[in-house]
């Protein structure tokens, strides 16, 4: 089945609060991907973000972002009482100011917690016996809050850095109320975002989100479960995740995230990472798992380099992982994110679980014909994009490129002005072979590099933006409808 959507994060929604969330401009978008005859809204990791904002480094794997929770919504609900005035009204509507974001919803959702805790007890605690992390989440997020937000594995108290019984009780007990604060708030949010879920499913939408194949170091989930990481008797990483140098770096990408024992995974059933797929099929419908080349073979490095240039490959779980999965949790609708260092052990193993995989337009020009980024070399069992959240946008990609792979580009799609490059790249990717075809929202709209999502290997300036009221039109929505009419993507009645 040919099927088409929209890569558009929660947060470059409009609406009020500075940042987007899962209010009634989350449903109008919803509406939008509709008319367009559209049936996939693909998003970013939805956990708390964490160093430079980034959702790749949250500190949960299950928990989602408090600030993303609607406040207007929180309102209508009788859940949160406030004037108009009190909610951030940022001057700029194109970007995120993360700090003043954190600090004025922060005071509203504590607010929240004092008028309307108390009289949904029961629905908390029914909430809680649904979800067995939320009660290590909230305890990690206070106490790293009293030790001054320092990492976990730098806390003072020997006793909660190591979990110990008695500790993790009497921190529990001072912290009582900072603790139901953040289990709070994730009530709140799974509240807004199995809402929303369900609007986009009745609507025929498929919502598709993205899953990093590693956690944060300073995570609650390396906090609870340290048996899981390559960590030392000091709970600190013995090897860290990266890539090797490659095109794009000459020192390569050091991610500094703990690497998995894999072997003891498997001893025990690979338990961990079926609740954590479980929870993601649960969120979504669709899961791409980023750096799915990970579990075929990953890239390890000493805790502490300068760099990425000194590391090696480690053969990961392979096939056995997606057994149990298979065995476990039937039926997952996974894409696997290949892009990389794809040697022939990543084939064999994309070719054994049979998900399909990524293809990116604008990595295809300025090299020869066997580009597997060419549109002409896709296949059916793909998912075709014109750009990801990592790159930058088609007109910003082509402004910057050198002169052949500008020309590339322009002979190969038929267009002559850098303008029309945006169009000419949607209509590729929508009418190559691939069964789905994928776009970012800033391509849609035709934007620059000031729309970039972001760039990796830096730090700041990133996650930032935001789509500008009234930009998800009618004639954007009548103009892709055209486009999935006549490259026979249309989402059909029934």
């Known amino acids: 089945m040919r099927q088409s959507g929209i890569l558009m994060h929660i947060s470059s929604l409009p609406g009020p609060g500075g940042i987007g969330s899962l209010g009634k401009e989350a449903y109008a978008f919803a509406d939008f991907i509709k008319r367009s005859g559209m049936s996939i809204w693909q998003v970013l990791p939805m956990g708390p973000t964490g160093y430079g904002e980034s959702p790749y480094q949250s500190s949960s794997v299950f928990a989602g972002n408090p600030m993303l929770i609607s406040c207007a919504a929180l309102r209508e609900e009788g859940l949160l009482q406030y004037e108009d005035s009190e909610e951030l009204c940022p001057e700029r509507l194109d970007t995120v100011d993360f700090p003043a974001v954190r600090e004025n919803k922060g005071m509203l959702l504590r607010r929240a917690f004092h008028q309307s805790e108390r009289s949904h007890l ?108 390559q960590l030392d008797k000091d709970l600190v990483p013995l090897r860290v995740a990266g890539v090797p140098p490659d095109y794009f770096s000459e020192d390569g990408q050091l991610w500094g995230n703990p690497l998995y024992r894999w072997t003891y995974l498997r001893f025990h059933g690979y338990r961990w990472w079926v609740e954590r797929m479980a929870h993601m099929a649960r969120m979504y419908d669709i899961i791409r798992i980023d750096h799915f080349i990970g579990f075929a073979n990953y890239y390890s490095v000493a805790h502490g380099a300068p760099n990425a240039r000194e590391g090696k490959w480690i053969i990961g779980p392979g096939k056995s992982l997606f057994r149990t999965f298979r065995r476990k949790l039937p039926g997952l609708n996974i894409i696997a994110e290949d892009l990389g260092c794809v040697n022939e052990r990543v084939k064999k193993l994309l070719r054994f679980v049979g998900y399909p995989g990524m293809k990116v337009l604008t990595f295809g020009f300025g090299s020869g014909d066997d580009n597997p980024h060419l549109s002409s070399n896709y296949t059916a069992n793909c998912v075709a994009y014109t750009g990801t959240h990592d790159n930058d946008t088609v007109l910003g990609f082509l402004q910057s490129a050198d002169d052949k792979t500008r020309q590339h580009a322009m002979a190969y ?64 929505a009548r103009r892709l409808y055209q486009l999935n009419e006549e490259t026979n993507r249309l989402k059909k009645e029934g």
């Open 122 to 229: 029961e629905d908390i605690r029914a909430f809680i016996r649904r979800a067995a992390w939320v009660e290590d989440f909230a305890l990690f997020t206070a106490v790293k809050h009293h030790f001054g937000d320092r990492m976990w594995s730098q806390w003072p108290d020997e006793g909660i850095k190591r979990r110990e019984p008695d500790a993790v009780k009497r921190y529990r007990q001072d912290l009582d109320e900072e603790v139901r604060f953040h289990i709070f708030c994730q009530w709140l949010f799974d509240r807004q975002w199995t809402a929303l879920k369900q609007y986009c499913n009745g609507l025929g939408i498929q919502l598709f989100g993205d899953m990093p194949i590693y956690v944060a170091e300073d995570s609650a989930d390396t906090w609870t479960h340290p048996e899981v990481f």
């Open 413 to 476: 799609l038929h267009f002559d002005r850098l303008e029309d490059a945006p169009a000419a790249f949607v209509h590729e990717v929508m009418a190559c072979c691939a069964d789905t075809a994928v776009i970012p929202m800033q391509d849609v709209l035709g934007l620059g590099s000031e729309a970039r999502m972001n760039t990796p290997s830096t730090i700041g300036g990133n996650w930032l933006w935001r789509m500008l009221p009234g930009a998800d039109d009618d004639e954007t």
